[in-house]
C-alpha cells in the first residue's frame, strides 16, 4: 500500500462566459491531453477514471457514459461522483491508497452556456413541500444568509464589495479567468438589487470550461515528475439539507470539512501554517464565511483581513488570487477543479503574473452552492 499520492499532472481549457464553438465533449478532450502531457503518459496506462457530474446539470440521465471516449477510458475502470471535483479526488486518493490502482484521472467540466434556465434548475433542490412550491430565486436564499452574516458578525455591505473588487482586479492577471474587472466597492453597491442586501456584481457569474488531473501513488509519481504536488489532507461535510434546522450565520460544513482536512495533514494553526487558500466566493459574502470557517482568523474578523490586504497576492494569506469564482467564473461541479489547478501551478512555481512567492502549502475549499450545505477541502504541498 501506497503512502502517499501526487498529482501528476493538470490540464485546463481555460474558462469563458460562452463557447458556442466547442462542444463539452470536444473542452473535456482538450483538458485531457494537456493533462496527460504534463503527466508525460497515455490514457492506457492509466489504471482508472473519474468524472464529476451532475445528471441535472448535464441535462440527461447517466451523464458519465457521454464521458469515458474523450478522456481515453473505455474498456476502464470509470465512475461518476456526484458532487464537486474535490470530493471526486477524494475518492481518487482513497482508490489509490487501497493499492489496487496505481493512477487515476479525474475530469471536471461546465458548460454552464448551454443551459438557459439555471435558477430554475437549481430550484430542484430544494424542499418540495416547504421550499419550493414558493418558487424564490436561489439569490434570495443567499440574501437572508448574507444578512444573517452580516448581522452576527458586524460586517458592513461595503466590506463585501471589497471582496469583489479585490477578486476581479486579481483575475486580470490570471489568462484562465472570464471575469476580470477593474472595479471598485462603490462599483458593486451600485450594481442592480438581486435580493438585498445582495447585488449583481455580489454574484459569480457562470462559465464554461473543463479541467483534468492525473493523480498516481509514491512510486510512480516520482517516476514520472521532479515536481509531484502531494496530497496531504482532504475533508468534506454535509450538513443538514434543510433550510429550516441549520445555522444561517456560519459555514459549518466548511468549519467541519476543514477539521477533517487539517487532522489528515497534520495542522494545528491554519493561518500560520497554510502559504496561500483558494476558498468558494460564488457570493462575496461567502469568502468572508469561509475564511472564519476554515479558522484563518476569529469569527467577524475576515472583513478585516481584506481590508487591511492581509489576502492580497503580497500579503500575509493571499487569498482567491486566481479571482476565485467572482473573477474566474462559477463552474459547478468543475468549482474545486479550478481551485486545484491553481494550487498546483502556484506551488510549481508556474502561475505566471499571479506568482506568490515561496509557498510550500495550499488549501483549496469548495462548497456546492444553494441551498446546499456540503463542502470539500484539500490541502497539497510541494514538499
Keep these: 500500500m501506497t503512502n502517499r499520492v501526487a498529482i501528476v499532472g493538470i490540464g485546463t481549457t481555460g ?10 465533449r470536444e473542452m473535456i478532450f482538450e483538458a485531457a491531453r494537456k ?3 504534463d503527466a508525460g503518459v497515455e490514457p492506457d496506462e492509466i489504471d482508472g477514471f473519474i468524472t464529476a457530474a451532475e445528471d441535472f446539470m448535464e441535462g440527461y440521465s447517466i451523464a458519465d457514459e457521454y464521458c469515458p471516449d474523450q ?5 476502464k475502470p470509470t465512475q461518476t461522483i ?9 475518492t481518487g486518493y482513497m482508490m489509490i491508497m487501497s493499492g489496487a490502482f496505481k493512477m487515476i484521472a479525474i475530469e471536471a467540466h461546465s458548460k454552464a452556456s448551454n443551459v438557459k434556465n439555471v435558477d430554475e434548475l ?3 433542490a430544494f424542499d418540495p413541500v416547504l421550499n419550493r412550491p414558493l418558487r424564490e430565486s436561489p439569490h434570495a436564499i443567499a440574501g437572508l444568509e448574507m444578512t444573517r452574516y452580516m448581522f452576527e458578525t458586524c460586517t458592513t455591505a461595503e466590506q463585501c464589495a471589497n471582496v469583489v473588487a479585490l477578486n476581479m482586479g486579481n483575475a486580470l492577471r490570471n489568462p484562465y479567468a472570464a471575469f476580470g474587472a477593474d472595479i471598485e466597492p ?4 451600485g450594481s442592480e438589487p438581486v435580493s438585498l442586501p445582495l447585488h449583481r456584481l455580489d454574484i459569480a457569474q457562470h462559465a464554461d470550461g473543463a479541467v483534468v488531473a492525473v493523480l498516481a501513488d509514491s512510486e510512480t509519481a516520482s517516476s514520472l515528475t521532479d515536481k509531484p504536488i502531494w496530497i496531504e489532507g482532504l475533508g468534506w461535510c454535509t450538513d443538514t439539507p434543510t433550510l429550516e434546522m441549520r445555522d444561517w450565520g456560519e459555514a459549518a460544513y466548511a468549519r467541519i470539512a476543514a477539521e477533517m482536512a487539517y487532522r489528515m495533514a497534520g495542522i494545528s494553526n491554519p493561518a500560520a501554517e497554510v502559504d496561500f487558500a483558494e476558498i468558494s466566493d460564488e457570493y462575496s459574502y461567502k469568502q468572508l464565511q469561509h475564511m472564519d470557517a476554515l479558522k484563518f482568523c476569529m469569527p467577524g474578523e475576515a472583513a478585516f483581513m481584506v481590508e487591511t490586504g492581509v489576502t492580497d497576492i503580497d500579503g500575509e494569506l493571499p487569498i482567491n488570487v486566481s479571482g476565485g ?3 474566474v467564473g462559477h463552474l459547478f461541479e468543475a468549482s474545486g477543479a479550478h481551485k486545484i489547478l491553481e494550487l498546483v501551478e502556484q506551488l510549481r512555481g508556474e502561475a505566471g503574473a499571479r506568482q506568490i512567492p515561496d509557498v510550500n502549502v495550499g488549501l483549496a ?7 446546499t450545505a456540503t463542502g470539500a477541502v484539500a490541502i497539497l504541498s510541494n514538499t
Excluded at 15 to 24: A, E, G, I, L, R
Excluded at 71 to 75: F, K, Q, T
Excluded at 82 to 90: E, L, N, R, T, Y
Design 71 to 75: 478522456i481515453g477510458a473505455v474498456l
Design 186 to 189: 462603490w462599483d458593486v453597491l
Design 15 to 24: 474558462f469563458k462566459p460562452v463557447t458556442p464553438d466547442v462542444s463539452y
Design 35 to 37: 493533462a496527460y502531457t
Design 325 to 327: 469564482a467572482l473573477g
Design 365 to 371: 475549499q469548495v462548497w456546492r452552492g444553494v441551498p
Design 82 to 90: 456526484p458532487g464537486d471535483f474535490i470530493q471526486a479526488m477524494a
Design 122 to 124: 437549481v430550484g430542484f
